[in-house]
């Protein structure tokens, strides 16, 4: 299983990548995609959709089930991966790069500090 050790996780199976922009890419895990099995449709919100950190900000549908995306941060969606509505397998094919979800101007800082380290999301699916 793939865990690239320059990205952080969330508890909820999701990686983020700083930009070092002020803004931080989101997408869910290989191990994530893996128990969804075969993705069918991703559902995000819209750029300008702003939330606090845990609320919701779209659905991953697989033939399995379907699961909510948490936002691991407070912030604004600025661009979505439009891929994704045409190629939403994309996110089991390749999770950490062509099958990010969205990027997101991030609120708090302090926030992507507070998430959790390869190391620390290995003992999570452990």
Same mark, same amino acid.
């Given at each position: 299983?793939n865990i690239p050790s320059d990205?952080?996780? *969330?508890?909820?199976?999701?990686? @983020?990548?700083?930009?070092?922009?002020?803004?931080? *890419?989101?997408?869910? *895990?290989?191990? $994530? =995609?893996?128990? #969804?099995?075969? @993705?069918?449709?991703?559902?995000? !919100?819209?750029?300008?959709?702003?939330?606090?950190? %845990?609320?919701?900000?779209? *659905?991953?549908? $697989?033939?399995?089930?379907?699961?909510?995306?948490?936002?691991?941060?407070?912030? !604004?969606?600025? !661009? &979505?991966?439009? /891929? #994704?509505?045409? /190629?939403?397998?994309?996110?089991?094919?390749?999770?950490?790069?062509?099958?990010?979800? &969205?990027?997101?101007?991030?609120? /708090?800082?302090?926030?992507?500090?507070?998430?959790?380290? $390869?190391? %620390?999301? =290995?003992?999570?699916?452990?």
């Open positions: 299983m990205l952080k996780y *969330t508890q909820e199976h999701e990686w @983020i990548r700083d930009n070092g922009d002020g803004t931080v *890419t989101v997408g869910i *895990t290989d191990f $994530a =995609q893996g128990e #969804l099995g075969d @993705i069918v449709f991703v559902e995000l !919100e819209p750029e300008g959709f702003e939330f606090d950190k %845990d609320e919701v900000f779209g *659905t991953v549908e $697989a033939v399995k089930t379907v699961s909510e995306l948490f936002a691991p941060v407070d912030g !604004e969606i600025v !661009e &979505v991966n439009e /891929d #994704l509505e045409d /190629d939403p397998e994309l996110v089991n094919n390749d999770p950490y790069d062509k099958g990010w979800m &969205v990027k997101i101007k991030v609120s /708090d800082a302090s926030q992507v500090e507070e998430l959790l380290s $390869a190391d %620390d999301y =290995q003992d999570v699916i452990d």
